[in-house]
């Protein structure tokens, strides 16, 4: 510890202790031909120097502390008659794992009524990491948390038309609100398990995105791709203090410690962040074992490519496993109607 203290610049003599310092969740002994299981370390300090100077780590880092940037002046997605929200996933255990530490889920409603209600999707990802059977509980657990609260809150708020109510939680709030409820159960019933989480709620054109850990989001339209979500990862961390290169991380031998995740500590730190969505535009959730093996290039041409999203969430896996597959695998692609 005192290492990664001299690593981001911190006082080994520090008397302010943090929740985060206190707990650290190590993974069982890998499986002989697969890369470490993610280890949640804590490099405490304040999260505001990093990227110094750097005006995207900047923008980054607002984000993570719950500050939401203005949204850029985009078209409104108005559907045409059948056109909505279409989605499709695949998760995968991978050419190496014995079992697959990765949960998702995804759900739409959609109506038609004089109401007029907006349609609204719910899409989580989430990459389990504590040994064999922990890994998958956390995940599972977080998953099926999320969704109950996600669905209770926003989705029946909508029913019952309460969501003008000025006395409920913000979409954000709920969305905070769920990852703490998840990570308050796999703390205590899976003590030494812990997970990633990455959930989007899409109402009409405005995607709420909650985070922790790195499992990532991806907007993606024609002119490119650009990462949503900020990794809760040492190496990440490195890379916006300037002492790390992408090149560098890619190897590094700690480029699995997160410092972040659920399961970690009995308060957590969830980064909101809310985007317009273009029309015609594509969401990506996914989890390490994609990212990890298949560059933001290639995943852009491959969505791009594939005007079923099913089907290029079929591809994208199968590039994952072509390249080794060392890991689970999980992808959820919104395509957005326009």
């Known amino acids: 510890m005192n290492l990664l203290r001299r690593i981001l610049g911190l006082s080994a003599n520090s008397s302010a202790t943090s929740a985060e310092d206190r ?18 370390e804590s490099p405490s300090g304040d999260q505001s120097t990093a990227g110094s100077g750097n005006a ?3 923008e980054q880092l607002a984000d993570a502390a719950g500050q939401t940037r203005q949204l850029p002046p985009l078209e409104t997605v108005v559907p045409l008659p059948g056109q909505r929200l279409t989605f499709g996933q695949l998760s995968d255990v991978g050419m190496v794992r014995g079992n697959n530490q990765d949960a998702m889920y995804s759900f739409i ?30 995940s599972a657990i977080t998953v099926r948390i999320v969704a109950r609260h996600v669905l209770n809150e926003i989705v029946l708020g909508l029913l019952d038309q309460v969501m003008d109510d000025p006395d409920r939680p913000s979409i954000s709030e709920v969305l905070r609100q769920a990852v703490q409820t998840a990570n308050d159960t796999v703390t205590e019933e899976i ?8 959930i989007a ?26 990462q949503i979500t900020r990794d809760h990862s040492l190496v990440q961390r490195l890379i916006e203090l300037d002492q790390l290169t992408l090149e560098e991380a890619a190897e590094h031998p700690q480029r699995n410690v997160l410092y972040r995740a659920i399961g970690q500590s009995e308060t957590l730190d969830v980064d909101a962040i809310t985007r317009r ?14 990212w990890n093996l298949v560059s933001e290039q290639v995943i852009h041409e491959t969505v791009l490519r594939f005007g079923n999203p099913q089907e290029a969430c079929n591809k994208l896996v199968d590039m ?3 390249r080794g597959g060392p890991d689970n695998i999980t992808v959820i692609l919104v395509q957005v109607p326009g």
């Not at 719910?122 to 509980?137: P, T, W």
């Not at 109402?203 to 024609?222: K, N, P």
């Not at 969505?277 to 994609?290: E, F, N, T």
């Open 23 to 40: 707990v650290t969740i190590t993974q069982g002994e890998p499986e002989p031909s697969s890369p470490p299981e993610p280890v949640i």
């Open 56 to 58: 995207q780590a900047s």
């Open 109 to 138: 409603a959609s109506s038609s009524s004089s109401d007029d209600l907006v349609d609204v999707g719910l899409f989580v990802v989430a990459d389990g990491m504590g040994g064999h059977h922990d890994g998958e509980k956390a």
């Open 191 to 198: 003590p030494e398990g812990g997970t990633t989480v990455t």
């Open 201 to 226: 709620v899409i109402m009409g054109d405005l995607a709420y995105i909650a985070h922790v850990g790195d499992s990532r989001a991806y907007l993606i339209t024609e002119d490119g791709i650009e």
């Open 277 to 290: 969505l273009p029309p015609h535009s594509r969401l990506v959730l996914c989890s390490d074992g994609l």
């Open 320 to 322: 994952a496993n072509e």
